[in-house]
């Protein structure tokens, strides 16, 4: 016998239509699901943990209370992601006035060979690495998530952000500066590897 | 241009090889964080069971009130004095014979007692087609010379029946009478002795009114005429819960500084309404409750801090607060026994025990309980008794949580108030 427990789903359509139906037993297993890679994906576009939260809780209330919008439920892993993202993007529009940004690192003309850069950021754990990013200013580490790791185009990126493509492109390639100047401040340089 | 695009193909590589499976843990309060702002489940299979239950209690009542009443022990009562009234006026008014004589005589014997006759005069207001052909035939009747018992007697069973169906005894027999005479005789030599006819129409009426009860003199506890009959239940309780709670060694987490709610708080009070059937001391019933768990506890983190009391020092582990505090509406199917003991004919003991099947209104959770009360019943009348004791049931088995590796064993306890309707 189990309490407050959930009976099993045998795909994910019957697990979404059981969550359009407000299964609270079914939320838990919708929740369970995506939890913790959802979590992974807060925390890149997240400054502190306590923000990553603050985006994931607000993400799920998100998620279920519009879960009804969903009407391809095979599609649910992308739509989920996608509102988590779009979550992180509005949190930081409304609570980010102005940023100030490191224009001294900006324009610093980058000396390493790309391929240099790909094993200096396999030396690094991930939490280094996660560590570097949320350093990163709001804009700029929003834009660095969705181009280089989450895949989207700087078009997609535009519209979602509501930013020009020229925007998006110029704070792309400031923010990766950024990232890789910072790599190199931390002291991992190609000679070391 | 190309260097750049290659830099950038590089730095992606290398990020999604290390952020493809990336995943963390979120923090164990966020769920119910989320619970808590989400939109509550559309429950139109709570609002069909309550109406449901709501329909099944009130026909119960209505049954038990009105259709008890009307085939009680007045009913019987009006039947045997019925039967009786017959018999002495068939046996009076056969071999005394008057004849009437004229006109003059009967008319104003007529009007007389039309007057006499206390008919409320609401009655007339709803006459139906039946009993405009009635009046009709009283006034042929009247002009014909009909005797005036005869013309009465039709006229006020007419009313009577219209009323309510509580037809006084003496007008069917005078009317029955009257159908025999007015059959085989014509209407100028009908005879009957009005006299005698009058005075015991007028004594037995007195007695007879609608709506007056005859006073009860037998104790209303024992002297119930089928004790095996189906009776009605129904229940409500206030319950407190309580649990017992295991926490499992091999969860790989550490919890700590656990806080439940006061013995006496209201935090984890619910509420219990049943209602069902009982024969020969086994009730069948249906339960509606609310359930509710609450308590906190503190997910230890891997921080030591060591805190200066004056001359001593104390390590605290800090840790995430974790709030659970779990609502479920429970329907419920049950079966128990009752059992009555003492002497006074008003107030006797009982003590019941039984089991019972609850499944979550919202969710498809489950729960079985095994339930006790013990307590005083009192008789109101004859028909209904009241119960009032504490009530206890508990969880036999362990349950697990949903977000959470403890063990539940669920218990409640608290007062219950109910009430039995028991049909004549």
């Given at each position: ?134 350093e ?17 185009t ?19 390639m ?20 | ?24 843990t ?66 009076r ?22 007057a ?26 009247i ?144 339960h ?6 609450k308590?906190s506890?503190?997910?230890?983190g ?75 019943q ?11 004791g ?35």
């Amino acid at each position: 016998m189990k309490f407050f427990t959930s009976n099993k789903y045998k795909s994910l359509t019957q697990l979404v239509g059981a969550c359009q139906k407000r299964d609270q037993a079914a939320q838990t297993v919708f929740y369970d699901r995506y939890k913790n890679k959802m979590t992974g994906i807060c925390l890149r576009y997240a400054k502190t943990r306590a923000e990553a939260d603050d985006i994931f809780q607000e993400a799920f209330i998100r998620i279920f209370n519009h879960i009804d919008d969903l009407k391809e439920p095979e599609a649910a892993d992308s739509w989920v992601k996608t509102i988590v993202i779009r979550t992180a993007i509005n949190y930081y529009h409304r609570t980010t006035k102005s940023e100030t940004l490191h224009s001294s690192l900006d324009n610093t003309e980058m000396q390493l060979d790309s391929g240099d850069y790909e094993k200096l950021m396999d030396q690094l754990n991930v939490e280094d690495l996660l560590g570097l990013i949320n350093e990163l200013p709001d804009k700029y580490r929003t834009v660095i998530n969705m181009h280089l790791i989450d895949g989207y185009t700087h078009v997609e990126i535009g519209e979602m952000m509501s930013l020009s493509d020229a925007t998006v492109r110029s704070q792309f390639m400031r923010g990766r500066n950024m990232l890789l100047k910072k790599l190199e401040l931390k002291g991992i340089v190609h000679h070391e590897i | 241009m190309k260097s750049e695009e290659k830099l950038n193909e590089a730095l992606r590589a290398a990020l999604k090889r290390k952020f493809d499976d990336f995943e963390e843990t979120p923090n164990p309060a966020s769920f119910n964080i989320i619970r808590a702002h989400i939109k509550q489940p559309r429950n139109y299979k709570f609002l069909f069971l309550s109406l449901l239950l709501i329909g099944l209690v009130g026909t119960g009542l209505f049954f038990n009130q009105y259709l008890g009443e009307n085939a009680g022990p007045q009913v019987a009562g009006r039947k045997d004095h019925i039967s009786l009234t017959k018999s002495e006026l068939k046996a009076r008014v056969a071999p005394e014979v008057v004849t009437l004589k004229n006109e003059e005589k009967t008319k104003p014997e007529i009007s007389r007692r039309d007057a006499d006759l206390n008919i409320p005069r609401q009655t007339f207001k709803n006459r139906n087609k039946h009993q405009d052909v009635q009046s009709k035939l009283l006034a042929q009747a009247i002009e014909s010379n009909l005797p005036a018992q005869v013309l009465r007697s039709n006229r006020k069973e007419n009313l009577f029946q219209e009323a309510d169906h509580n037809l006084s005894p003496q007008i069917l027999i005078a009317e029955n009478n009257a159908e025999e005479i007015r059959q085989p005789a014509p209407a100028t030599t009908l005879a009957i002795q009005v006299s005698k006819l009058e005075s015991e129409q007028m004594k037995s009426t007195a007695m007879n009114l609608p709506g007056v009860a005859v006073p009860e003199k037998d104790s209303p506890y024992y002297k119930q005429k089928n004790p095996s009959k189906v009776s009605w239940l129904v229940n409500a309780a206030v319950l407190k819960s309580y649990q017992i709670l295991t926490v499992p060694k091999s969860s790989g987490q550490d919890f700590q500084n656990f806080k439940f709610p006061s013995v006496f708080s209201l935090e984890s009070v619910g509420y219990k309404f049943s209602v069902g059937l009982e024969k020969k001391g086994f009730q069948a019933l249906l339960h509606y409750s609310t359930f509710r768990l609450k308590f906190s506890y503190e997910i230890a983190g891997n921080e030591y801090i060591v805190q200066n009391e004056g001359q001593s020092y104390t390590i605290v582990r800090p840790g995430t607060v974790v709030t659970e505090n779990n609502k479920m509406d429970l329907l419920g199917i049950g079966l128990s026994k009752q059992v009555l003991w003492g002497n006074s004919p008003f107030r006797k003991y009982y003590a019941s025990a039984g089991l019972e099947y609850s499944r979550a209104i919202q969710s498809k959770s489950h729960i079985g309980w095994i339930n006790a009360s013990i307590g005083r019943q009192f008789a109101v009348n004859r028909n209904v008794l009241i119960h009032v004791g504490p009530y206890a049931e508990f969880s036999p088995l362990k349950m697990s949580g949903a977000n959470n590796p403890f063990l539940y064993q669920p218990y409640r306890v608290g007062i219950s108030l109910g009430m039995k309707l028991i049909r004549p």
